[in-house]
């Protein structure tokens, strides 16, 4: 139990263009969902917190308009990255909270590569 | 705010030699303490946690950790180690009063193993 999964793993997108990921929940329900990102040989940053139903919280730094999260379902999140740029390219991992236990499982990530 | 250290960037050990993975964290109260594991390409894998309680945890593949509130650390310890322990391992620290929000990752510690 308690899966959650990322879609696509890896994309490939041009500068300017926007991407989106996808992050379920297979087998609970998740009013909250984290999304996190990660650069080579570095730690997990929170991007944002993501509430079913409400706008996403953002921590300081990060861009709400160029990192948009929709949360519209009780096992659905997404991040689109809008006008990608090369720096944007990361690994960005989501985990889900289920709503009894208050646990957080991560997703297997989606590498992106704004070239 | 929390924070974590985790002060070994690379680690190397034999196969069969016993492990410890240092991890330090800064929280005005007592912290939820986590240990994940990542491999190359994937997300985190819970190895596992500290709420309360006993303060040596033992965890899946063999892993423990003891919390040691006076030192503030939750080492990460193995008895013997295999190939297949080779990863990234990620110490986090979440809010006791929050349980099941945001996580403070560590910067991560690679483990290589040597045949």
């Known amino acids: 139990g308690a899966v959650v999964s990322q879609h696509p793993s890896r994309v490939i997108c041009k500068s300017g263009t926007s991407v989106k990921i996808e992050c379920r929940s297979l087998?609970?329900?998740?009013?909250?969902m984290f999304w996190y990102r990660q650069f080579p040989k570095q730690s997990l940053m929170l991007m944002a917190t993501s509430n079913e139903g409400s706008k996403a919280t953002y921590e300081q730094g990060v861009e709400k308009d160029k990192f948009l999260i929709n949360h519209a379902s009780l096992t659905l999140s997404t991040l689109t990255v809008t006008s990608a740029h090369p720096e944007d390219s990361s690994f960005y991992i989501c985990?889900?909270?289920?709503?009894?236990?208050?646990?957080?499982?991560f997703g297997p990530g989606t590498r992106l590569t704004v070239t | 705010a929390q924070s974590v250290t985790q002060p070994d960037i690379h680690i190397t050990v034999s196969e069969g030699a016993s492990l410890e993975l240092r991890c330090n964290y800064s929280y005005g109260a007592t912290p939820y303490l986590f240990w994940y594991v990542q491999s190359p390409g994937q997300g985190l894998q819970l190895l596992l946690k500290?709420?309360?309680?006993?303060?040596l945890v033992q965890g899946i593949k063999g892993f423990e950790a003891e919390f040691k509130r006076s030192q503030s650390s939750f080492n990460l310890r193995k008895p013997s180690v295999h190939w297949s322990d080779a990863a990234e391992y990620f110490c986090a620290v979440g809010a006791r009063e929050e349980y099941g929000n945001k996580l403070v990752f560590g910067a991560g510690t690679i483990l290589r193993v040597k045949s």
């Open positions: 985990s889900a909270r289920d709503i009894p236990l208050r646990e957080q499982y």
């Open positions: 087998d609970f329900q998740a009013t909250t």
């Open positions: 500290y709420f309360s309680g006993d303060t």
